[in-house]
């Protein structure tokens, strides 16, 4: 179990197509919604913690930082630091892709895992975990075909897992998404405490003067 649910912990995640929020006390999930919207986050995202246990209320907030939607990203963090700074509650960060990676596993039993999320102008956000869940490369974002010929495992997981699966010709796929109602099955050593934005790739948008 996660050390850190031992604390009253909510959990948000809002860096993809999913919304969710999932309240823990005592160890258990006391509460949670997640929802599949695509666009929409920041109207859901607040309502659905509102009408979690006690309005959400806990003296922890875990956050996925990131990579995946700039907005949704941003949008988590927000939320999170606002509602911390309403409650006098700790924020802490997880990596979405680590997340998917405990969810797989928890599907699949303890295996190695490549996961693989829709990223931006076409390419994909690729990490690969051990049987243990600990990361056994970088987070990288790639051109699909470079995704399948690096991809080394046979469970693949992820928005985009059934395309890789296909474009390689091998392997299991999960197509899941990030959902913090699983967030008790991260292991504490992905949590980190300087919550800031893991976006996966440079922005689009740069201020003038900087390099191209």
């Known amino acids: 179990m996660n050390p850190a649910i031992l604390v009253q912990t909510l ?8 919304c969710s929020a999932g309240l823990f006390a005592n160890g ?3 509460g949670g919604d997640c929802r599949t919207l ?3 986050h920041a109207e859901h995202l607040v309502p659905m913690i509102a009408a979690l246990p006690g309005q959400g209320r806990a003296d922890r907030i875990a ?4 990579p995946g939607s700039f907005t949704g990203v941003r949008i988590g963090l927000a939320t999170a630091r606002a509602l911390a700074l309403a409650w006098g509650a700790q924020v802490i960060g ?3 892709l680590a997340l998917v990676s405990a969810m797989a596993r928890a599907q699949a039993g303890a295996v190695p895992v490549s996961v693989v999320m829709t990223g931006g102008h076409g390419e994909w956000f690729v990490q690969e975990f051990d049987a243990d869940g600990r990361s056994l490369a970088p987070l990288a974002s790639l051109r699909p075909d470079d995704a399948a010929r690096l991809s080394r495992t046979d469970l693949v997981a992820g928005s985009q897992a059934e395309a890789l699966v296909a474009l ?3 392997g299991t796929a999960l197509p899941i998404l990030p959902d913090a109602r699983q967030f008790a099955l991260l292991d504490e050593t992905a949590l980190v405490a300087d919550a800031a934005p893991l976006y996966g790739r440079a922005p689009d948008a740069k201020l003038p003067g900087q390099a191209q």
């Open 11 to 18: 959990a948000i995640d809002c860096a993809t197509e999913n």
């Open 28 to 30: 258990e999930l006391a």
């Open 38 to 40: 695509g666009r929409g």
């Open 63 to 66: 956050v996925s930082l990131g």
């Open 94 to 96: 997880y990596p979405t």
């Open 168 to 170: 390689r010709g091998y």
